[in-house]
């Protein structure tokens, strides 16, 4: 299994850019499919983007994609979410998931960190 811990949100204005970080700890990273969730306020959870051990296959959410980018450094154990040209419906606490393997359930979260796009 692996412990997850989000960092980098903040309060940004519409147009920001910001980067999350997501640092993995406790088993082999490669095996595990990496992936960012958000939950905005009175809304359910919901995907952002995925990315496979390999760091060759991402999928993102219609929402976000041509404005983030997943990625991952399997040597420092760390998964990334480039957010660019941020909007207001971007607000949200945005969470990183760990799933062993490929389709498989996401069974590892970190405590989340808030993003804020306000003006």
């Known amino acids: 299994q692996v412990q997850l811990v989000e960092s980098g949100g903040g309060l940004v204005e519409p147009g920001d850019s910001l980067r999350l970080s997501c640092t993995a700890s406790g088993d082999t990273f490669t095996d595990y499919t990496m992936g960012w969730f958000r939950r905005a306020p009175r809304k359910e959870r919901e995907f952002v983007a995925k990315?496979?051990?390999?760091?060759?296959?991402?999928t993102y959410a219609d929402s976000v994609k041509g404005r983030f980018t997943i990625s991952r450094d399997n040597a420092k154990g760390a998964a990334y979410l480039q957010m660019i040209d941020l909007k207001p419906e971007d607000t949200a606490i945005y969470y990183c998931?760990?799933?062993?393997?490929?389709?498989?359930?996401?069974?590892?979260w970190g405590q989340g960190t808030q993003v804020t796009v306000s003006s």
């Open positions: 990315i496979r051990g390999d760091n060759v296959y991402t």
């Open positions: 998931a760990a799933a062993r393997g490929i389709g498989t359930p996401w069974s590892w």
